[in-house]
């Protein structure tokens, strides 16, 4: 017989809910994490991907690998849900739980084996006793939310719905409202392996403990049925059964297979001399009159009767009929109003059914989670209100907590279930580590915002998810064009950080990536590759199917296809600026950011084995937190040449100030590679004529802030595999500071060139490159050589230099500029004279040559002047002459004469 299981792709969306109401008159509750210095100080390692390999080797490489993470800065690892997967999952990992008290303990794995896709119980022990003396924590992905794979069948009665337990409407057909409603259905239900047998509260999973299941693909009519629609029933020898009569013999002796009584299409019965041997079991299909095709099936095969089917070969009866009923609609998703929608996320999340009474009416109390809907995702749905399932919840955590000495949990799809789950898991968190509870974290998975409000309203018993941030993430750094803000950075996200950020931070925790979303974009590639669009309406054929075609050649294409896009510039499918992303997380205050397993490593590699392209930066940046990410933080936009009005469309900076002077860093982040701007980076007094390093390594140069704490960076884009736009994460360090003299030339004249230059003091280097610059060119323009001409304009001006040194400092200085009017100096200013005397206006000196000369009197009845500036006395008075010269250079200059004629 066949059993036809579900495959897990979960989409991971969980909620941050946790702790108990208080009455009014009660002292608040403290809470289990505040944002604080502590909770600053952490790092999480993701240690896992979906794509690693089936080797079972994780927990004897991770174990070797204690010192390399704690030299990073990790001080929490992450690991994969270690319990056993049933055996047809895709990935083989423990989100596919099919035993949720065998971490490596029992054979049952693929061909009897005893290790899960990552190792042993007994190496998963060691190795966290391992990390511990590293002194690192270790939390486990706690999965409350689904089975998969469960053995053993019941017949449960289901209405189709989506995930929120309403009526299905198919939004890929015509909307019709399901047909399927309190129909008979025959799920896997029963089971839970041998570890759930031996240590479990609950020995054995059946119905009564889940809200429902995915679509199982057996079809609602699997049943068989009398003409009119009436199951057919048996019980057992001398019950009260209706069978139809060619049972008869069969039934006599207990020789039918049934699901809690009822008849399958996929059952067999003693077909003949069933009251002395075993050797006649066949399918019921045989004589099944409903069914019109299998005996035509069966001919095309080989078996031409009925007679030959009974006296025929059970191995290819058994795997002729198996593939007859998986190419029959009506006995698997052909009668289960199938979606269709074929979601990246690799299963089509409306597929549901809710198990409810014969009449249709409610058995379960669904959507008390978070957000008040979205009950069901993937698998048999747990019902967490059930207070059996309560009680296992609790035992299953404590038990993980005793027997493998976790340190804590991060809980997956906590938006999926009822809350009681997450205020359990405070009490069991509480009772561990009391005090120290903060020192062992717990985090959710959620991707809704009502996560924020159920952590801060029950005293933040577990970090919440910061998933705004990593969507932020995609729009303003991941895509390759049609970017978003990048000052949205700041703003999208649970913790306010513009400006000077928020003072009362949610506590929480941070990714760039995971493996859910890691998996959906190589889950991109496969849809292209099988030629599948997502979300397309489709009306009388039945159109092609991620979850039907998934297959591992395929896949493996996938994989190959991505790694390569990584390394290219112009991605498809893997997201640009990876780095980027971390240089921002890693440096944010009031967070506990996540490194990803598959960012480090390549995801489909023995453990650990292969790096990325972005292994080495990510690594340096990570030290960079562990090292200089202290203080308070601010995150200031800037204009650019490619965004000239709107601060933070494409360039920001990210300051964490430091604890004291050898702490703090700037992260410069631009999202186009046309950017070419120099920025001033405000690093705070404490920083003042000091060097700072990117600690990237992307840029060579040392900068010097100035005597107030600003760094001068300028920002030039680029395009790589690695960054497109720009990134630089500048860090203190304590090398000597080289100073720049200025000549004495402190002014010019209009039309005058005046020569500055600088000296490179306090160092035993030597002056590399020199550029100047001129703040205002209508004033003043400066040469490659540091000639300052005046023009016409007069005024102050500044002159910038740009000094590379050979030892790799860029220093930046600047130097003040008068701009002065042309002078002409007279050999007098005034003269007295005698009527019909005369007296000439001579120069003195000029700054420029004088071109040509004019002269006028204020008063010619008193006195004249001639071109050549003789003034003649006419009669007794004062007059002023007005002599205008124009020089050389175009420059107009006026002096005043005074003539006094007696």
Same mark, same amino acid.
């Given at each position: ?74 001080? +929490? ?28 303990? %029992? ?67 015509? #909307? ?33 403990? %889940? ?55 996929? #059952? ?110 993937? =698998? ?21 907590? +005793?027997?493998?000495? %976790? ?26 580590? =009391? ?31 910061? !998933?705004?941030?990593? /969507? ?15 000052? *949205? ?21 941070? %990714? ?8 959906? @974009? ?82 489909? =590699? ?18 960079? @937190?562990?090292? !200089? ?6 995150? *200031? ?5 490619? $965004? ?22 700037? *992260? ?15 690093? #705070? ?40 736009? /720009? ?102 200013? $005034? ?72």
């Amino acid at each position: 017989m066949t059993r036809k299981s579900l495959k897990l792709a979960f989409i991971a969306v969980c909620s941050f809910l946790l702790v108990f109401s208080s009455a009014s008159f009660l002292p608040k509750k403290a809470k289990a994490y505040t944002s604080n210095t502590n909770l600053d100080n952490r790092v999480i390692f993701q240690s896992f991907s979906l794509y690693q390999p089936y080797e079972s080797n994780m927990y004897d490489e991770l174990s070797k690998k204690g010192s390399l993470l704690k030299e990073w800065g990790i001080t +929490d690892v992450w690991l994969p849900p270690a319990y056993r997967s049933f055996n047809m999952a895709r990935y083989m990992e423990g989100y596919a739980i099919a035993d949720r008290y065998d971490l490596g303990e %029992f054979n049952q794995g693929p061909n009897n084996t005893k290790a899960t896709k990552y190792g042993t119980s007994d190496e998963l022990k060691s190795m966290i006793n391992t990390l511990h003396q590293q002194g690192l924590k270790v939390q486990e992905d706690l999965v409350p939310n689904q089975m998969l794979g469960l053995s053993g069948r019941e017949a449960v009665y289901v209405t189709r719905t989506d995930n929120n337990g309403n009526l299905f409407k198919n939004p890929y057909t015509t #909307g019709i409202t399901t047909r399927i409603r309190g129909d008979l259905y025959l799920a896997y239900t029963k089971g839970g392996g041998q570890g759930q047998a031996k240590y479990g509260y609950i020995k054995e999973w059946n119905k009564k403990y %889940f809200n429902g299941t995915s679509l199982q693909g057996q079809g609602i009519g699997r049943v068989m049925t009398d003409d009119n629609g009436v199951p057919y029933r048996y019980f057992g020898p001398n019950s009260k059964n209706y069978l139809p009569e060619w049972l008869n013999e069969a039934a006599a002796v207990n020789k039918i297979n049934t699901v809690d009584g009822y008849l399958s299409v996929d #059952g067999w019965y003693a077909a003949k001399d069933a009251a002395t041997t075993d050797q006649y079991w066949k399918p019921m299909l045989i004589n099944y009159a409903k069914d019109k095709d299998y005996l035509p099936y069966m001919s095309k095969n080989g078996f031409a009767t009925v007679e030959e089917i009974v006296n025929g070969d059970n191995g290819k009866i058994a795997d002729l009929t198996n593939a007859y009923l998986q190419s029959n609609p009506k006995y698997g998703y052909g009668t289960e109003e199938k979606t269709y929608k074929n979601d990246n996320s690799g299963i089509d999340d409306q597929d549901q059914f809710l198990f409810v009474k014969k009449n249709g009416g409610t058995l379960h109390n669904i959507n008390n989670t978070i957000s008040g809907n979205n009950e069901f995702l993937v =698998g048999m749905d747990i019902d967490n209100s059930n207070p059996t399932v309560q009680k296992e919840q609790i035992h299953w955590m404590n038990w993980l907590l +005793d027997t493998y000495k %976790f340190d804590g949990f991060r809980v997956d799809a906590a938006s999926h279930y009822d809350k009681q789950v997450l205020l359990d898991l405070a009490d069991v968190m509480k009772e561990h580590f =009391g005090s120290n509870e903060e020192n062992h974290l717990s985090y959710i998975e959620s991707y809704s915002s009502a996560a924020n409000d159920f952590e801060n309203k029950n005293s933040n018993p577990q970090l919440s998810m910061d !998933y705004a941030l990593y /969507y932020t993430f995609q729009n303003a750094l991941a895509k390759g064009t049609n970017k978003q803000k990048l000052s *949205t950075l700041a703003t999208n996200s649970v913790v306010d950080r513009n400006g000077s950020g928020s003072s009362n931070a949610t506590p929480n925790w941070s %990714f760039v990536t995971n493996h859910d979303q890691e998996k959906n @974009r190589i889950n991109n590639v496969m849809l292209n590759l099988y030629g599948i669009k997502t979300g397309e309406k489709y009306t009388n054929t039945t159109p092609k199917s991620f979850e039907n075609l998934y297959d591992k050649d395929t896949e493996k294409k996938a994989l190959a296809i991505y790694q390569d896009d990584m390394n290219r510039v112009d991605k498809k499918y893997a997201p640009h600026n990876v780095v980027s992303q971390y240089a921002y997380l890693l440096t944010n205050k009031n967070t506990v950011p996540t490194v990803y397993y598959g960012d480090m490593y390549q995801t489909d =590699g023995s453990y650990m084995s292969k790096k990325t392209p972005y292994y080495d930066a990510i690594t340096k940046l990570l030290k960079v @937190r562990k090292d !200089y990410a202290y203080g308070n933080q601010k995150v *200031t936009n800037y204009t650019s040449n490619t $965004s000239p009005k709107t601060a933070g469309q494409d360039l920001i900076s990210s300051v964490r100030y430091g604890k004291d002077r050898n702490t703090g860093v700037a *992260t410069v982040i631009g999202n186009n590679p046309k950017l070419d701007t120099t920025i001033k980076v405000n690093m #705070g007094s404490s920083h003042k004529n000091q060097v700072f390093k990117d600690a990237t390594g992307f840029h060579s140069e040392k900068l010097v802030t100035d005597s107030k704490g600003v760094l001068t960076i300028h920002v030039k884009g680029t395009a790589n595999a690695q960054v497109k736009g /720009y990134l630089s994460v500048w860090i203190p360090t304590k090398d000597k500071v080289p100073t720049l003299t200025w000549n004495s030339i402190k002014s010019v004249y209009q039309g005058k060139t005046a020569k500055v230059s600088v000296k490179l003091t306090n160092s035993s280097s030597k002056i590399k490159s020199t550029s100047y610059a001129s703040s205002n060119k209508a004033i003043a323009t400066v040469d490659k050589n540091g000639n300052v001409k005046g023009n016409k304009k007069t005024g102050k001006v500044t002159i910038n230099t740009t000094i590379t040194t050979k030892d790799n400092f860029v220093l930046y200085s600047s130097k003040q500029i008068e701009v002065k009017a042309n002078q002409v100096t007279l050999k007098a200013n $005034s003269a007295k004279i005698k009527k019909g005397k005369t007296t000439t206006i001579s120069v003195k000196s000029s700054t420029d040559k004088i071109k040509t000369a004019s002269y006028k009197s204020s008063n010619t009845k008193i006195a004249t002047v001639s071109k050549a500036g003789k003034v003649t006395g006419k009669k007794a008075g004062k007059t002023t002459i007005t002599a205008t010269y124009k020089t050389q250079g175009g420059y107009i200059v006026t002096k005043k004469f005074t003539v006094t004629v007696k």
